[in-house]
């Protein structure tokens, strides 16, 4: 296992040099892995693993999307395409990849199926580690890891066809065969990542609900509202508070910051904004980290993980979140943004009159630019 040195920590990580393809294919030439679920991560992960020479079945249950989708993708009903009791029949390593609430629904079927020297693999450590609250205890003698790929399924499989690869953790959570660590790191090859590092299951989902409770999708909606209403309270138009507050981050910024880091980004661009970005930060940092504290120290204390399973299993989950969605949806933030994004050269040719057909947005774009009826 390569040893690399993060910021100064030295970590294990395995790359696709010390472990390439065809070592993942020679471990997993005898298994059957069965790809459980074929919603986001189901598709990419089973579709990678094929296309890389992996004996890989789907097992979906019937009359869903997800099943016509499989079909669609080339799983054959009858071949390599079963429904979900089936193929855990078949399966010699479960990928248990359905949502994180139907996996507790599911669990008794699963265990069923967990005959001695299988193994059960996940891309979370929800169901594990949370074990009180979901009731998934595998039984001793199956090898038990997991691999999360970190980002979404579309990404590893967008990433895969370029040639590319998504970074992912592995963990192992139980060893009963003594082939567990060489089974999790094919699957990890196998499935597209470009890299894997080490982590246990309880470290990777309270790093996982942190960070999308946090920076990546909580607390930057969060800040993204709080300035663009400071922008409006002071005056300033929709697309103005908007383009300061959200465009230029992801259209111009970030992807700088992916390439060369945050330093990088700071040194290029104009001395104004580089002396108040460095002057303001810390100043951001030591307003939100309580906030981050609260967020860990509850994700940790189970709380979240109780509120996701309390709510993900109402029968009117799908409703209640369709309302919550529509609330974001139609704030003034992202009506502009709808707007903004239309406005985008790129998108003009394509769907030029979208934004003149939506009359609300056609207001705020007549707030904005004047005349509606010149775009396009
Ligand atoms: N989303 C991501 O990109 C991502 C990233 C990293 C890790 N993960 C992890 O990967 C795992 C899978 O996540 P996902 O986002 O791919 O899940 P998802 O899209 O929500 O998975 C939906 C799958 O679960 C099935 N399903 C839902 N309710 C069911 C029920 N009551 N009975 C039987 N099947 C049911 C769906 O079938 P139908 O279509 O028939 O409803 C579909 O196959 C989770 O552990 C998640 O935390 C996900």
Redesign the pocket.
Known sequence: MAQLNFGGVTENVVTREEFPLSKAQQVLKNETVAV???????P?QALNQKENGINVIVG??KN????EKAIRDGFVPGETLFE?EEALQIGTIIC????????I??WPTVKKHLTKGKALY???G??ITFNEQTGIIPPKDVDVFLV?????????RRMFLQGRGLNSSYAIYQDATGKAFDRVVALGIAIGSGYLFETDFKKEVYS?LTGERGTLMGAIQGIFAAQYEVLRAKGHTPSEAFNETVEELTQSLMPLVAENGMDWMYANCSTTAQRGALDWWKKFRDVTKPVFTELYESVAAGKESQRSIDSNSQADYREKLEEELKALRESELWQAGKTVRSLRPENQKADDTAAQKDSKTAELLKKMVGNPESVG
């Open positions: 459980i679920g074929y919603g986001v991560q189901g990419g979906q249950r869903s999307k997800s099943w979900i248990y990849l359905l949502s994180d609430a139907a996996q629904k599911m996940f891309s979370h929800f169901g999360a790929p970190k980002g979404s399924g579309t990404s590893l996982d």
